[in-house]
Nanobody, 122 residues
Framework: VQLVQSGGGLVQPGGSLRVSCVAPGRTMSSSAMGWFRQAPGKEREFVATISSIGYAEHADSVKGRFTISRDNAEKTMFLQMNNLKPEDTGMYYC?????????????????WGQGTQVTVSS
């Protein structure tokens, strides 16, 4: 199953972006989901995760700036990113679990999006 991502792009420091993730053909309403990112030469890291009923957790590095949300009726998850910093640059991936509660561990997720590039630069 391939999750489909959209959004991202190039933005100046302090700017905002939103990335979206759609789960076509799947019932995502009962699945925990998450966002991860990977910068060149670095490991994939946790950004945010959300339970099927909307409980969310964000990494300390993005807390207060990023917000994860979901619209189960539209089978879509979002990551709103505000006050972006150069260190937020990377490929952003959405992911979906098949069972269990939300998780900060990438190996807990079965399905992944294709990735969306976010670049923060002046």
């Amino acid at each position: 199953v391939q999750l489909v991502q959209s959004g991202g792009g190039l933005v100046q420091p302090g700017g905002s972006l939103r990335v979206s993730c759609v789960a076509p053909g799947r019932t995502m309403s009962s699945s925990a989901m998450g966002w991860f990112r990977q910068a060149p030469g670095k490991e994939r890291e946790f950004v945010a995760t959300i339970s099927s009923i909307g409980y969310a957790e964000h990494a300390d590095s993005v807390k207060g700036r990023f917000t994860i949300s979901r619209d189960n009726a539209e089978k879509t998850m979002f990551l709103q990113m505000n006050n972006l910093k150069p260190e937020d640059t990377g490929m952003y991936y959405c992911a979906m679990r098949t069972s269990g509660d939300y998780s900060i561990m990438p190996q807990a997720y079965a399905y992944w999006g294709q990735g969306t590039q976010v670049t923060v630069s002046s």
